[in-house]
């Protein structure tokens, strides 16, 4: 920050050194677009009323600031720097409250709400998802008599992916939120659905509070003991067939069934699959021959274009952006 004599005034007033645009504005900043400010270089030769200082910084936090609005500038924190109607504007009022985040989440006219959290940097994904459980679960509790109360309108949760936030030397605000609804909260009409590939990293807290088990395919030992244990000993016995399970077949005991079973779980319809299928490493033929489509190392591709990859990468989203291709792949045909 530089400064300069305040005109008029005594020896000792001064004012921002701000700069000025082409239409001879102050170049202050906008604090809402985390634009900073910009100031004129040092001067210390001329008169005195022309001469551009340095000016005191009463806190050192020109780093602290400059990482804030580096945060604050990066997509990946746009849920919670720029969350639309749930933005405080500069004096602090907002549009939207809890209540309609809320009727978002739980109050949609369909059954299933997804939350995407996959593309959170890892640094805080723990205290999202333990900020987003104590949302939900602490407004369904002290609303638990009330129509849209978790008793009136019963509530899961389902974790996705659950060994990477709730681990055994987890003790995060995710950890904490999910024992406290694995111990209490299906009194409250809150269940819980724990999903995972590595049993044995999840906390044995949360897993002795299931009680239902659905084990597909595991072929670590490790794991399958883990799975074994949260069952009952004249049922262990089952769980060694855990290695051979074809894909979609589960094993499933616990209180969701008469008697323990395995099943094979119909897939959903090819045009409704999670975006987890395995990918092609090479692969002949057409759909007319009963391939899905061509794909893998062996197919050619005509004028290979990266551009969109980088574009996707920066955004931090995998959708395909349909504007920005159809810009690109004009761009490269001028070029031709």
């Known amino acids: 920050m530089t400064i300069v004599p305040r005109p008029g005034g005594a020896s000792d007033e001064v004012d921002p050194a701000y700069a000025k645009n082409n239409q001879g504005n102050d170049l202050t900043g906008d604090v809402m677009s985390v634009v900073p400010p910009v100031y004129r270089t040092i001067k210390t030769t001329g008169p005195a009323t022309e001469r551009v200082n340095w000016g005191k910084e009463p806190i050192g936090i020109r780093q602290q600031l400059a990482t804030l609005g580096t945060k604050l500038k990066d997509p990946r924190y746009n849920f919670i720097c720029n969350p639309g109607d749930w933005r405080p504007d500069i004096d602090g ?145 089952l769980f060694e067939m855990l290695p051979i399970l074809r894909t979609g077949e ?41 391939f899905e489509s061509p794909g893998g190392w062996n197919q050619k591709i005509e004028n290979e274009n990266y551009n969109p990859m980088i574009h996707q990468w920066r955004t931090q989203s995998a959708k395909y952006d349909h504007e920005f291709h159809k810009t690109t792949n004009e761009q490269g045909e001028n070029n031709e």
């Open 93 to 237: 009022k907002i549009n939207s409250d809890l209540d309609s985040l809320i009727q978002g989440w739980i109050g949609n006219s369909k059954p299933i709400t997804i939350l995407d959290l996959s593309g959170i940097p890892s640094t805080i994904l723990n205290d999202i998802i333990g900020a987003v459980l104590r949302i939900l679960y602490d407004a369904v509790f002290w609303g638990r008599n009330l129509p849209e109360g978790a008793r009136e309108r019963p509530l899961l949760l389902i974790l996705e992916e659950a060994h990477t936030y709730l681990g055994k030397d987890n003790s995060g605000t995710a950890s904490v939120a999910v024992k406290r609804i694995a111990k209490e909260g299906r009194k409250y009409g809150v269940g819980m659905l724990v999903v995972s590939q590595r049993p044995s990293e999840i906390d044995p807290t949360i897993l002795s509070q299931c009680g239902t088990t659905i084990a597909m395919r595991l072929a670590n030992n490790t794991d399958r003991g883990h799975v074994t244990g949260a069952a009952s000993d004249n049922l262990k016995g």
């Open 250 to 290: 589960a094993i499933i005991v616990g209180e969701a069934v008469s008697l323990p079973i395995r099943t094979l779980i119909a897939p959903p319809p090819p045009d409704q699959r999670p975006d987890s299928i395995d990918p092609k490493v090479a692969s002949h033929g057409s759909e007319e021959d009963g």
